[in-house]
């Protein structure tokens, strides 16, 4: 049984293009994530959503959206794809929004945009 | 913004003792996290520790917190090849609404 998983696992795609990943979790949990690990393996906070709402909205330009449709799924849609976009994204759960409670994450999904 | 720093490789072999170190600046952090990254695998959460303590054990691991250094470490004792994997260490603000990572130490099991 897969608590968090993500789709697509690999994405490669051209510059412009406009894609989306999709993120679910059967863990009941209330809170999900979109964390973006860069080529040096820093993990930055996208976006957190608490029972579809959005909580934390970090400064990721305007061409992200996450999308909601219910507690258990959280989507990433990216407009207008650029190089630098490239990066393997994470989705996460966690049982509450406090960020201190223990986050399960899915295994990534690694965007190339050539 | 908050850093956290970490090595970026370890090697030991089987048997022997692997200590990770971390370094961060936020001197107010509250909670402080050791996740472990396997190959095409999510992140897991090993172990954390609260700020207000010195030491932490959890069967083969030891996580030591120096607050003075924020300074963090963990000890993994008869380190085996499964524990061959990315160790993340993170620290959550004293006002819970930002979790810092590192950027990993790639830990190498040798048999």
């Known amino acids: 049984d897969t608590a968090v998983s993500q789709t697509p696992k690999y994405l490669v795609t051209q510059m412009g293009n406009d894609k989306s990943i999709k993120c679910e979790q059967n863990l009941g949990h209330d809170t999900m994530y979109w964390y973006k690990q860069d080529s040096k393996k820093f993990l930055k906070i996208m976006f957190s959503y608490n029972n579809k709402e959005l909580i934390i909205n970090e400064t990721v330009p305007n061409r992200f959206s996450p999308k909601s449709p219910d507690k258990a799924h959280l989507n990433l849609h990216i407009n207008s794809l650029e190089l630098g976009d490239s990066a393997v994204y994470f989705c996460?759960?966690?049982?509450?929004?406090?960020?201190?409670?223990?986050?399960?994450f899915g295994p990534g999904t690694r965007l190339t945009v050539t | 913004g908050e850093d956290v720093e970490q090595s970026l490789f370890l090697s030991v072999r089987e048997g022997d003792s692997s200590v990770i170190n971390c370094t961060y600046t936020?001197?107010?952090?509250?909670?402080l996290y050791w996740y472990k990254q396997e190959p095409g695998a999510g992140l897991q959460l090993l172990t954390y520790?609260?700020?207000?303590?010195d030491m932490k054990q959890d069967q083969r691991l030891t996580v030591l917190l120096n607050k003075k250094d924020k300074h963090l470490s963990l000890r993994i004792a008869d380190t085996q090849t499964g524990d061959s994997a990315i160790y993340f260490c993170?620290?959550?603000?004293?006002?819970?609404?930002?979790?810092?990572f590192g950027g990993g130490t790639r830990l190498m099991v040798k048999p």
């Open positions: 993170a620290e959550l603000n004293n006002a819970g609404n930002m979790l810092t």
């Open positions: 520790i609260f700020s207000n303590m």
């Open positions: 996460a759960s966690s049982q509450d929004r406090a960020l201190s409670y223990e986050q399960y």
């Open positions: 936020d001197s107010s952090s509250t909670y």
